[in-house]
């Protein structure tokens, strides 16, 4: 075996810089505060936390929050912007790191981007750091004029004078200002004054992915850096039994193997592809433990019993439910079910590590830079404070690289049994789809009472099954209560309200949990609760004889901004007439609503189903209230990409556990929406203002059942699992 060279850590990171200068056109590799000192020039000065102006007027926004095709960071530079008063043409980002954050107090604040939060909770703190800058910037002209500065005014990165006209750019006067004390009382604009905000302006990530120079965490090289392949046991909770890496060790590159935990294997090589041929030349026995024999079907008995047991957590509740149904001259009644799926980033887990006794760092694509750097603070045994992670920009989120961080402390595990040597981990695409936190697995069982007239007097319904919270926080269980499982099912919510005034109404959680851990996958619960609840309301409109959309209004007068985004969609799609044939097939329509992530939203989806089956989604109208729409440009691509996601999941999306581990290893079983497949989506941003709500997630939740009800209309057929592949449309 070949011997691991050990450069100095100081010269290789700074020769790291060096190198990767030539062909990552801007990327800049964050270096240890001691190496930077001594090889570089020093910093421009900043203004303060969130604003660095250089002297072109070059305008840098540091964003904490993480970019991964949703917009965030664009949109966050905006909102800066604005109360900046700069010239957005020359701005530009970056990243601060989360042992930058650490040691000043956590002036960035929260790190974690998920749950669509990246701008709905942010935007007060960062507006105000771009206020903040703008006042001090003003200050040090007027400071300069000897002038007070309430005679001065800022516009495109330019201050003015106004009773003389004397001009100065903000990279004349920058370092003056970041020496001035921060201003305590920051007043922001009224939303009326907005300028940049609410303007479809272009992203600023775009022109690097376009022209190849984007650096992802796979990308990433350094000088004398190994790369590793890792295999975990496939059976979650199963451990490493044997290792037999005679062969592999003989294998051409290859330095180590190493056991990570109890329960994996590495290998590291020169390449990763040697790293990942060789891991397959070793002989793992796995201890597959208690799970070994576990399946998705005796999971699925767990969940039918738990619809009807006797003990569940309440998470809604008006009247009395069981007596108004009781009581009801019609009674309906549905089991729905929605299975475990996997989040399938594009970018497979990875990150690069570099450990040393006294210091650990490590670059990877994150959702949550502070959770990252907690797990390679804890991986590398060493304090918070002697550890770095340094966020890339992510080949996709949706979830998993957020609340946890295997492949970092993975990472960390191998480079800590390597000292000194950089080591890259990039897991397999098979790794990535069997070691996932996956969408949690549920069924509902909801039961109505209809009076005469078909008017709904009293809905119970009955979720059994996984809780997301219990298997990753399972500290914030109260009483065997998960309050995320009811998303878009809650009463008074500002985050999630089901948006229907029932008298009698009981919604309650049988929690079961299986093996398979869970994970926040894009959307969260919501997607499932607006299947369980918006299909079955069309179950009871039609039980009812009354039209779709009449019979949600007529629940709907105390929550108005539901209804506006249910009848903007409505209109837009043409509700109420015959939609047009296409190549001789007529279209049906079907309805969906919801509120999550704090934003208010609704679909019409358009589709048809031949005589064999074959299902085709024409057309998807879509309505959003965010309350504030930072970017519609954004926001329509983003409702846009949610619909890939959500209509990915309703039609082919499934993970089945069989002896213990996912049956699903990649995209040839794991399909996802082809391009010919795709609707044209028509979205209607409709912001009304007064509140913070999310884009990335919301829309998700209304795809699948939209497009489940249109399919009712067309065939006449009730589908209440998903996803599709499995039901036959076929006309009998």
Not at 8 to 21: H, V
Not at 175 to 188: D, F, I, K, Q, S
Not at 189 to 198: R, S, T
Not at 604 to 612: F, G, I, L, N, P
Request: aromatic share 6%.
């Amino acid at each position: 075996m070949n011997a691991i060279s050990r450069p100095n850590r100081r010269s290789l990171l700074a020769n790291a810089a060096s190198a990767l200068g030539a062909f990552t056109l801007g990327f800049r590799i964050p270096l240890p505060r001691e190496a930077a000192a001594q090889t570089a020039a020093p910093a421009t000065p900043e203004v303060n936390a969130w604003v660095v102006v250089k002297p072109d007027d070059t305008v840098v926004i540091r964003i904490a929050r993480s970019e991964m095709g949703q917009g965030t960071l664009t949109g966050l530079a905006q909102l800066v912007a604005e109360e900046l008063e700069c010239d957005w043409a020359k701005v530009t980002t970056e990243y601060p790191t989360p042992g930058q954050n650490l040691a000043r107090g956590r002036v960035w604040g929260n790190m974690s981007t998920g749950g669509s939060r990246g701008i709905r909770e942010s935007n007060d703190y960062v507006r105000k750091g771009g206020a903040a800058a703008r006042m001090m910037l003003v200050q040090a002209a007027a400071n300069a004029w000897s002038v007070p500065a309430g005679e001065c005014r800022a516009a495109a990165s330019v201050i003015t004078h106004a009773p003389t006209g004397r001009t100065v750019t903000y990279g004349q006067v920058a370092e003056a200002a970041g020496r001035l004390p921060v201003p305590t009382e920051v007043p922001l604009k009224d939303p009326a004054n907005w300028k940049l905000v609410g303007q479809p302006v272009l992203r600023l990530d775009t022109a690097a992915k376009l022209n190849g120079s984007q650096v992802y965490g796979m990308d990433l090289k350094l000088p004398g850096m190994l790369n590793a392949a890792i295999q975990a046991c496939p059976v979650f909770g199963g451990k490493v039994r044997s290792v037999d890496s005679a062969a592999a060790e003989a294998m051409p590159g290859v330095k180590r193997v190493l056991r990570v935990g109890d329960y994996a294997v590495a290998v590291v090589a020169d390449t990763w592809w040697r790293a990942k041929t060789a891991l397959d030349a070793v002989t793992i026995t796995w201890d597959e433990g208690e799970h070994a024999q576990a399946s998705s079907a005796a999971f699925a008995e767990v969940m039918k019993a738990a619809l009807d047991a006797p003990e569940a957590a309440v998470g809604n509740r008006a009247g009395d439910a069981a007596a108004a149904i009781a009581a009801a001259p019609r009674k309906v009644e549905a089991v729905y079910a929605y299975p475990h799926q996997n989040h399938a980033c594009m970018e497979v887990m990875n990150a690069t590590a570099v450990w040393t006794p006294e210091r650990c760092e490590v670059w990877t694509p994150t959702q949550n830079g502070e959770a990252a750097h907690a797990a390679a603070a804890e991986a590398a045994g060493l304090p918070p404070a002697r550890c770095e992670v340094h966020k890339i920009h992510l080949g996709g989120g949706f979830g998993r690289r957020g609340a946890v961080h295997d492949w970092v402390r993975q990472v960390v595990d191998i480079a800590k049994q390597m000292p000194g040597t950089p080591v890259k981990l990039i897991w397999s695409r098979e790794e990535d789809m069997l070691q996932g936190r996956f969408h949690p697995v549920t069924m509902c069982k909801l039961t109505a009472g209809l009076d005469a007239q078909g008017n709904l007097t009293g809905l119970r319904m009955r979720i059994a099954g996984q809780s997301i919270v219990a298997g990753i926080f399972p500290q914030n269980i109260r009483d065997g209560r998960d309050p995320v499982v009811f998303q878009g099912l809650n009463s008074g919510s500002n985050e999630a309200d089901i948006g229907y005034g029932i008298p009698n109404l009981l919604i309650d959680h049988a929690m079961r949990n299986p093996h398979v851990p869970p994970g926040f996958w894009r959307g969260v619960n919501l997607n499932q609760n607006t299947i369980y609840l918006e299909c079955f309301m069309d179950e009871l409109a039609h039980a009812a004889g009354k039209d779709p959309l009449e019979f949600r209004r007529a629940l709907m007068a105390n929550h108005p901004k539901h209804l506006a985004v249910l009848n903007a969609a409505a209109a837009r799609a043409g509700w109420g007439t015959p939609a047009a044939d296409v190549a001789g097939q007529k279209v049906f329509r079907g309805l969906a609503q919801t509120h999550g992530f704090g934003s208010y939203v609704a679909a019409c989806a358009e589709v048809s189903v031949s005589d064999a089956g074959v299902l085709k989604i024409h057309r998807i109208v879509a309505a959003t209230d965010p309350g504030y729409a930072v970017n519609p440009q954004q926001i329509a691509a983003q409702v846009e990409g949610s619909f890939v996601y959500g209509l990915s999941a309703a039609l082919y999306g499934e993970c089945t556990v069989k002896n213990g581990r996912i049956e699903q290893t990649n995209f040839d079983n794991y399909q996802v929406l082809r391009m010919d497949e795709m609707p044209k989506v028509e979205t209607i941003v409709a912001p009304t203002g007064g509140f913070w709500g999310g884009v990335g997630e919301p829309t998700i939740a209304v795809a699948a059942p939209a497009v489940l009800n249109a399919i009712f209309a067309a065939t006449g057929k009730r589908v209440r699992e998903i996803p599709l592949k499995n039901t036959s449309l076929r006309r009998t």
